[in-house]
């Protein structure tokens, strides 16, 4: 449970700055010049960021419930799938957030490559070489 934790907690800080940016970007001078594609990638934005902090504060929050109850074990496995759900809705809100940024300031093809690139990153490093290392080792045992 401590590892687990651990982990989130590093999780927490990054979407909870992305987060904090975002609710802040409408109250900002030139947001209005924002077109409709960038409107759309900073709601998909924001609502994933606040989809990620929900699920990387959860455990903790369960954690302070069910204290001592003995539901450790489901816990630890709720946290675990809690904590890859929020991963995925992170790599999204990176995602639309660079694409957003891009999308501003540099406008048309970039926005979708960059925001791309990021996603493709976060897809490769977070889920797809952890899935091929689980499926080397089975295919050895």
């Known amino acids: 449970m401590t590892e687990l ?23 900002s001078a030139g947001f209005e010049k924002v077109d409709t594609l960038g409107l759309w990638l ?3 934005s924001l609502l994933a960021s606040a989809f990620a902090s929900v699920c990387f504060i959860t455990p903790a929050a369960q954690h302070r419930l069910l204290f001592r109850t003995g539901l450790k074990e489901r816990m630890l496995h709720r ?5 890859i759900l929020g991963a995925v809705a992170l790599a999204v809100a990176m995602t639309s957030a660079v ?23 976060s897809a490769w490093l977070w889920f797809v070489q952890p899935l091929l290392d689980l499926y080397r080792l089975k295919r050895v045992s």
């Not at 982990?7 to 700055?17: F, H």
């Not at 694409?99 to 990153?121: D, K, N, R």
């Open 5 to 27: 934790l651990q982990g989130l907690r590093v999780a927490v800080t990054g979407i909870q700055v992305l987060f904090a940016f975002l609710l802040t970007l409408p109250f």
């Open 99 to 121: 694409a957003l940024v891009t999308e501003t300031v540099i406008s048309g093809w970039p926005a979708a490559a960059f925001g791309g690139l990021v996603g493709l990153v």
């Open 79 to 83: 946290a675990n799938e809690l904590g």
């Open 42 to 44: 900073f709601f998909i």
